[in-house]
Nanobody, 125 residues
Framework: QVQLVESGGGLVQAGGSLRLSCAAS????????MGWFRQTPGKEREIVAA????????YHADSVKGRFTISRDNAKNTVYLQMNSLKPEDTALYYC??????????????????WGQGTQVTVSS
């Protein structure tokens, strides 16, 4: 089992940057593939980015490609999402998720076993 806690969300103007962090406890994060998802009211939770246990493979949704970067520091049991050039449409509740590393990357919510409580990102125009 792993517990995930997100932080780093907040209010930022369009064009600004934020870095989200996901701290894992209860298990070594290096044994998990990690993902960032986001959700707005009335919409389904969608993948933002994912990263394998080694960091050797990553996935970024087309909507954030070139602006967001997922990374991880296994020594710190932490996964990051660097968000640059933020747009109002990036406003959402952002979630961190984990799945066993041997299963590889996944882009659907049902592919992940563990979830954090989320951190709110609000981008003003």
């Amino acid at each position: 089992q792993v517990q995930l806690v997100e932080s780093g969300g907040g209010l930022v103007q369009a064009g600004g940057s934020l870095r989200l962090s996901c701290a894992a406890s209860g298990s070594t994060v290096s044994t998990y593939t990690m993902g960032w998802f986001r959700q707005t009211p009335g919409k389904e939770r969608e993948i933002v980015a994912a990263i394998t246990w080694s960091g050797g493979s990553t996935y970024h949704a087309d909507s954030v490609k070139g602006r967001f970067t997922i990374s991880r520091d296994n020594a710190k049991n932490t996964v990051y999402l660097q968000m640059n050039s933020l747009k109002p449409e990036d406003t959402a509740l952002y979630y961190c998720a984990a799945r066993p590393s041997q299963l590889g990357l996944a882009t659907l919510t049902r592919g992940y076993d563990y979830w954090g409580q989320g951190t709110q990102v609000t981008v003003s125009s």
